[in-house]
């Protein structure tokens, strides 16, 4: 009978010691049990507090209609789809909310996923493989970062939003097939990419353009159709160059993701994208629901307009309440605002004064940012009143003139 190996000086004792590392950058991360309260409170391990947190951009997670709606449809069509969308879990709620999909987005034909993520590391390795050339924006998120590694293609990263070194960039390549891959919304900084600008890029160089836009989804755009429709690229301008993705979890209040384009690479990424044909289809019930919050998004105008007010309001305290701080407000104008402070541990011991004060706004910390830009990530809701953003005006005064690193907790 073998015998088991030795695990004397085995690599599994490794670990303890690397997780005392993450300790001691501050880099360890630890998960939170929450229950939802009303509004924009959360209850945070046994803690109410006003969250600034949310990617829940319109207020949409706990609205009665959606709640209802999926009530109605895991009634209808049960709960799970109990196979992947080839076999049999393409429900009619699946099937509609595609079509759905692809007329908000103004686009010829949608794929429905379960995850944003899956989406991106799926549909990346089914356009291009080896011998062929991706363009990556250096903060693009992890999901297109790990796609782009799975395709087996030759990665070429340019400098954030440097579109004269895309453009060279593109000009030296001699692949025949070249993807460029971008954020629409950059979700640790909160700018919007200049979508023209690529696409005229991908037009001069014979490229495919993958926009994510995650974060604009919902909230940019007329009636909140995303960044295309934001730049006029939609409907009957709407270019086959561009494939379009958008996660339905964060302004749509649901859950899964999403890609649109032409009849043509949508029928091949059905065919090819192995996050898709291998995986149990979402539950019919998150269709039903998705399908009602279209419905919000597109009529309820006054979300995003009370959003941009919010947006303003906190950017013009910020600029007074932070006057002569080394902390520095990023330069967006959308829902996420960053707080750039640098350090890790005073990034950790800013969050946990906030939470003194009944905050809730979470420390990003390297690898999602670049080292040295640790910073709070404040995302706003039309969930929020101006009383919640004058109260975090005034938390974030108080705490950039007195907040000690030592004070910090992960």
């Known amino acids: 009978m073998a015998t088991s190996p030795s695990l004397k000086n085995s690599w599994l004792d490794e670990f303890p010691a690397r997780i005392a590392e993450l300790d001691r950058t501050h880099l360890r991360r630890r998960r939170r049990v929450v229950v939802p309260e009303s509004g924009a409170r959360l209850q945070i391990d046994g803690q109410s507090l006003l969250a600034f947190c949310s990617n829940d951009y319109l207020g949409l997670a706990n609205h009665p209609a959606l709640i209802e709606a999926a009530c109605t449809g895991a009634r209808r069509f049960g709960v799970g789809a109990a196979a992947s969308p080839l076999v049999s879990g393409h429900s009619a709620a699946n099937d509609a909310l595609e079509h759905a999909l692809a007329g908000f987005a103004g686009l010829p034909r949608a794929l429905y996923f379960y995850a944003g993520y899956a989406t991106n590391i799926g549909i990346i390795p089914a356009l291009v493989g080896g011998g ?42 001699r692949t025949p097939r070249k993807l460029v891959i971008s954020d629409a919304v950059f979700s640790m ?46 409907g009957a301008q709407a270019s086959p160059r561009v494939l379009y993705m958008a996660t339905l979890g964060k302004a749509a209040g649901v ?60 950017r013009q305290g910020l600029a007074t309440g932070l006057r002569g701080s080394t902390w520095q407000l990023g330069e967006s104008l959308t829902a996420i605002q960053p707080l750039l402070i640098g350090r890790n541990d005073e990034a950790l011991a800013a ?60």
């Open 189 to 234: 900084d909160g700018d919007l990419a200049d979508v023209p600008a690529l696409l005229a890029l991908c037009e001069r160089h014979d490229a495919l353009l993958l926009l994510d836009d995650a974060h604009g989804f919902g909230v940019l755009g007329p009636q909140g159709r995303g960044c295309l429709a934001h730049f006029g690229l939609n």
């Open 132 to 173: 062929d050339a991706i363009f990556s924006d250096t903060l693009n998120h992890a999901c297109l970062i790990d796609g782009a590694r799975l395709s087996c293609a030759q990665i070429h990263r340019y400098a954030h939003a440097d579109l004269e070194a895309l453009d060279a960039a593109l000009a030296q390549s």
């Open 255 to 314: 859950a899964g993701a999403f890609v649109a384009g032409s009849d043509a690479i949508m029928e091949w990424l059905l065919q090819k994208t192995r996050s898709y044909i291998f995986a149990t289809a979402a539950p019919p019930l998150l269709a039903s629901a998705l399908r009602a919050s279209l419905q919000l998004i597109e009529h309820d105008e006054w979300r995003r307009e009370h959003l941009q007010h919010l947006i303003a309001r906190l």
């Open 351 to 410: 969050m946990a004064g906030l939470r003194e004060r009944g905050l809730w706004v979470p420390a990003i910390r390297p690898p999602t940012v670049p080292e040295g830009t640790a910073r709070l990530r404040i995302a706003l809701s039309a969930a929020h009143t101006e009383a919640h953003i004058d109260q975090l005006v005034q938390a974030l005064s108080e705490l950039s003139a007195t907040c000690r690193p030592e004070t910090a907790f992960g």
